[in-house]
């Protein structure tokens, strides 16, 4: 789908008339979503330029993601879509010139939905290539802030979870099957809070390398209005890249310390196995010697031999539980 911005209040975007030999009038801003032969056709007809594919915008190397051709640019990069469901990552190419600005996805990605219907707004953006790629991109920072923010919160509420105090516990029967339960999930809450920053730093980061890129090959078409705009950007940026570093680092303590709960809980039940077996030993001795078929055996005859023998039994076992009570095994 080929659609057309103007970036001009009160004028929505239109879809492009294929057979025309231009683009049409006023538009700064071309976005190309999964576009069909005859869309990426008419594209490179009507600009002269040549409209990457997927493959092309998928290259991770930097020579590839951030390119100069005749005074235009060509950017690309991971964007992170569907943050509140399944964090996936797409990846977005820019061409940027200073009349126009033409944008390759290959995802409907909600952020840019969302920013090319205020682009028609009063007091949106700067009508221009570079004010209509620097409000994208400071929609999809906004959106990526929002994103680090819930991760943020999951991961506080996930923290109160593994740190919690026995206080909170007293009274209540320890279930492993349940605490079983409940460390699986928080495993998954943290993988998945973990796999979200992962996808939101790479989106951070070829953002991060755009920017002054853009600022240094651009600088003599860039206009006074959105050079400020560019330096918040950056450092907004920035920012989010060391709050996204904090939160990697708290997915990573609440990783080690539910897999060290998991391995208390692995080492209490071997240790209960364990009380379980050598309790069961002494009294299986006592029996087993009680239990042989010797024709001499002075307790056979004794009146009190089977009470003797299992008090003998009982203490075998009790005895040991309290050695284990004593030494603060149990």
């Known amino acids: 789908m080929l659609t057309a911005h103007t970036c001009i209040a009160d004028k929505n975007a239109d879809a492009v008339d294929l057979s ?14 999964n576009g069909a032969p005859d869309e990426i056709a008419y594209i490179e007809r009507a600009t002269g330029l040549h409209v990457p594919t997927l493959t092309e915008i998928s290259e991770i190397e930097s020579s590839s993601r951030l390119r100069v051709v005749k005074d235009t640019l060509y950017l690309s990069t991971p964007i992170v879509y569907r943050i509140d469901g399944l964090p996936q990552t797409s990846s977005v190419g820019f061409i940027l010139r200073r009349d126009l600005l033409i944008t390759i996805r290959f995802a409907d990605l909600p952020v840019v939905n969302n920013f090319a219907a205020g682009t028609a707004k009063a007091g949106g953006i700067h009508h221009s290539s570079v004010g209509a790629f620097v409000g994208l991109l400071e929609a999809v920072v906004d959106r990526m802030a929002d994103g680090l923010e819930g991760v943020g919160a999951d991961l506080d509420a996930v923290s109160h979870r ?30 998945r809070a973990g796999d979200l920053t992962s996808k939101i730093r790479d989106t951070l980061l070829g953002f991060g390398r755009m920017v002054p890129y853009v600022v240094n090959h651009g600088a003599s ?105 004593l030494r603060g095994w149990l």
Do not use: C
């Not at 025309?20 to 979503?33: E, F, H, N, T």
């Not at 593994?162 to 993988?191: C, M, S, W, Y």
């Not at 009190?304 to 299992?310: R, T």
């Open 20 to 33: 025309r030999s231009g683009l049409p009038a006023d538009v700064v801003w071309m976005d190309i979503l």
């Open 162 to 191: 593994v740190f919690r105090t026995d206080v909170a516990q007293a009274g209540k029967v320890h279930r492993p099957a349940r605490e079983d339960a409940n460390l699986r999930e928080i495993l998954r809450r943290v993988g």
């Open 221 to 325: 078409w860039l206009s006074d209005e959105v050079r400020p705009h560019l330096e918040t950007l950056r450092q907004d940026i920035a920012s989010l890249n060391d709050y996204d570093a904090h939160l990697t680092n708290n997915v990573q303590l609440l990783l080690d310390a539910t897999l060290g709960l998991i391995n208390v809980e692995q080492n209490n039940i071997i240790k209960v196995l364990t009380i379980v077996s050598v309790v069961g030993v002494p009294p299986t001795l006592v029996a087993s010697m009680y239990g042989m078929n010797f024709k001499v055996m002075p307790e056979l005859d004794w009146a009190w031999g089977y009470p003797y023998a299992l008090v003998l039994i009982l203490l075998s076992a009790v005895l040991p539980l309290l050695w284990f009570k």
